[in-house]
């Protein structure tokens, strides 16, 4: 049992008041910025022990921070159940500090590096409007290739977008967020227009929300099913991929609810400043470009649509214009197809900069 919770006396598993406060710590630190070695050494300073006596250790608020108990999720073998046991971290926390640690992971080595799916949350499908999700598969030569898919094509929900590949893709909308902040606007123009763009409603709540009721039906569903005896690997499966889904889109609301902060102009001067300084080759800043300047981004079959925060003219790119991006439908895994697609831009002034970013700095 993992510090913090502990079993009643009818065997329920329920919150451990007098330890629970070492997690809630311990979540809030790293959330702010500290370190995991950094979060360990607080907590033993200020006298926090483990029920066994023990000073707060690394591996321990390792091991804590990514324990999905936490938030009440109970699994029992390959099943897992959403609230079956009282949550002491909110999911909205949970969610920041796994973002910081994906983030972590991402940048201690080229393998990681390459696992960061840097369009999670933007990145819809055109001809369904539902959230694409990055994933990976192997071909005959077990080469490994990474995509973006739609749920909506891999659960046979009616939708014939096939995935795209993921690097490409990534670089080619990176390198049109550069282009905004490198094209000769200034950064007077660019704070005119994303303090001009503050306050107007996201045009991507409806179908986000849209998509989260047929998730959490999905869900509803499956486990109606598993109360039933419905018991298999696919079902169990299906149950994990509809969850990881659900905290992707919620995660995406949550964002898209929180852009009405109140900003300044200072702050955003400075902000733009860092950002044109920065080096765009490490995949913490190419996702800070991301978070600043892609509001979404549409993958139909001929094209994809990038809508950006700020205002910016239209331009298409080809294949042939992106250097062997290799921009593709998912035939990787059966053999390459390439395709010729059309990069177009529809601009629309909606404020999408990520403030939890701008802590970095």
């Known amino acids: 049992m993992p510090i913090g919770l502990k079993p009643n006396e009818n065997g329920d598993i329920v919150i451990d ?8 710590e311990a979540f809030n630190l790293y959330a702010d910025g500290m370190n995991i070695k950094e979060v360990a050494t607080a907590m033993s300073a200020r006298g926090a022990r483990t029920p066994g006596g023990k000073p707060v250790s690394l591996a321990m608020v390792k091991n804590m921070l990514r324990n999905r108990k936490y938030i009440g999720e109970y699994r029992f073998k390959e099943v897992v159940v959403p609230g079956g046991i009282p949550a002491i971290i909110p999911l909205d926390l949970f969610e920041r ?10 940048l201690s080595g080229r393998s990681n590096a390459e696992e960061a799916y840097l369009l999670t949350t933007k990145l819809f499908c055109g001809n369904c409007n539902r959230m694409m999700a990055g994933e990976s598969c192997h071909n005959r030569t077990s080469i490994k290739y990474r995509y973006y898919k739609c749920p909506g094509f891999k659960y046979h929900l009616g939708c014939t977008r096939r995935g795209i590949r993921k690097e ?6 990176v390198r049109m967020a550069r282009d905004i902040l490198f094209d000769g606007t200034s950064i007077d123009e660019l704070i005119k227009a ?17 998509q989260l009721k047929e998730t959490e039906n999905g869900i509803n569903n499956i486990v109606n099913a598993l109360q039933q005896g419905a018991v298999s690997t696919a079902v169990s499966q299906r149950l994990i991929d509809l969850e990881n889904e659900k905290r992707d889109i919620e995660l995406a609301i949550k964002k898209e609810e929180g852009l009405q902060s109140t900003l300044t102009e200072d702050k955003l001067r400075m902000w733009f400043e860092k950002l044109r300084e920065m080096d765009i080759s490490t995949v913490e800043n190419k996702q800070k470009l991301i978070d600043t300047f892609i509001n979404a981004v549409y993958v139909y079959d001929d094209k994809i649509i990038i809508s950006f925060n700020v205002q910016k003219n239209s331009e298409t790119l080809t294949l042939e214009e992106i250097k062997n991006s290799g921009v593709q439908s998912q035939r990787g895994c059966k053999g390459s197809q390439k395709r010729r697609i059309a990069l177009r831009q529809s601009v629309f002034l909606v404020c999408q900069i990520v403030f939890q970013s701008i802590a970095v700095f």
């Open 194 to 210: 994303v303090l001009k763009a503050n306050g107007q409603s996201s045009s991507l709540l409806p179908s986000l929300k849209a």
């Open 97 to 106: 500090v796994q973002a910081r640690l994906k983030l972590g992971r991402s």
């Open 17 to 24: 008041e007098e330890y629970a406060p070492i997690v809630r």
């Open 168 to 173: 490409p893709l990534e670089d080619a909308v």
